[in-house]
């Protein structure tokens, strides 16, 4: 197992544009995450999966914003007409059931929106 | 809602010595999680510490333990020895301990690590 991996680890995009990226969890972790980073802020939670169904969306992601993971397994963040205020890193977590565990996390997607 | 503070956006420490990070957080809940997570240049966020929040004893793993003050809210954590593999921006993270749309993580701003050789 290598642990969580995300695809691209950077992306430049002009604004408007869409991307879409993408997370690999660990095989046996039925639960996926997705957070925003931005430049020395803490990661802000976007998006939760329990397996394939979608159970908490934040605030902060917007109608633009858009996440599945279809048959529980890799999961995908799509950004619409993005702008430069997404501009931002990416980051995946997976963990097993249960609240006592931490996550996993990935190394990221870096977004700049141009 | 719950709430995570880091009041040290940065800290040094001499290699060899001992520094403690602080952190305070906000729940009306007495069944929690909290967690100090390193994140090295790299930006992958690496688990340091784990610490349930019903037992009274003090977490340690090696070089890193914590002071878990629940009345006060308190959750510092302590890296003896430092080496200069721990500089790094370390964040501070409650979970609930209640499944269901509570369950994510809830991050501090983070305390920058720097050590002097």
């Known amino acids: 197992d290598t642990g969580v991996s995300q695809n691209p680890r950077h992306k430049i995009t002009k604004r408007g544009q869409n991307v879409t990226f993408r997370c690999d969890p660990i095989?046996?972790?039925?639960?996926l995450y997705w957070y925003r980073q931005t430049l020395g802020q803490g990661p802000e939670f976007l998006t939760y999966?329990?397996?394939?169904?979608?159970?908490?969306k934040s605030r902060l992601l917007s109608d633009r914003f858009s996440a599945e993971r279809p048959k529980g397994s890799f999961s995908t963040l799509e950004i619409q007409r993005t702008e430069q205020g997404d501009s931002a890193m990416y980051l995946c977590a997976s963990s097993p059931g249960g609240e006592h565990y931490g996550y996993t996390f990935g190394s990221g997607t870096r977004l700049t929106v141009v | 809602a719950q709430t995570v503070t880091q009041s040290q956006p940065e800290m040094s420490v001499q290699e060899a010595e001992t520094v403690t990070l602080s952190c305070t957080y906000d729940t009306s809940e007495s069944d929690y999680y909290l967690f100090w997570y390193k994140q090295p240049p790299s930006r992958q966020m690496i688990l340091v510490i784990r610490q349930e929040a019903y037992k009274q004893q003090n977490a340690t793993e090696n070089r890193f333990s914590v002071n878990f003050q629940k009345a006060a809210k308190s959750f510092s954590l302590k890296i003896s020895d430092s080496q200069l593999g721990d500089a790094a921006m370390y964040f501070c993270?409650?979970?609930?301990?209640?499944?269901?749309?509570?369950?994510?993580?809830?991050f501090g701003t983070g305390t920058l690590l720097a050590v002097q050789p």
């Open positions: 993270a409650y979970r609930s301990s209640y499944g269901g749309a509570t369950n994510k993580l809830i």
């Open positions: 095989s046996e972790h039925n639960r």
């Open positions: 999966f329990q397996n394939e169904a979608q159970l908490e």
